[in-house]
């Protein structure tokens, strides 16, 4: 599954593990990012999206449609 979220575009971080002695090891940071089923219901349909905790929060309060629509501006195909 894509580490990339549809609304927010959250992705991966980098950074670096640190030990005790201060040694620098790179890590990376994963997105809390999920597939969630949503209904659509101006369009009649389920549609499955690959949101971030974040973003299904804010897809509470703006509404599906309008989640949908800022996700069609950011260029993805749903």
Do not use: P, Y
């Not at 979220?5 to 002695?21: D, E, K, P, Q, W």
């Not at 549609?47 to 629509?69: P, W």
């Amino acid at each position: 599954m894509s580490n990339i979220c549809m609304l927010t575009g959250r992705s991966m971080g980098f950074g670096n593990n640190v030990s005790h002695s201060n040694r620098k090891t790179k890590r990376t940071f994963k997105a809390n990012v999920h597939k969630h089923r949503v209904w659509v219901q101006s369009e009649r349909k389920w549609v499955t999206l690959t949101l971030s905790a974040r973003a299904l929060k804010t897809v509470d309060v703006i509404g599906v449609d309008d989640a949908m629509a800022r996700i069609r501006a950011n260029g993805h195909k749903i």
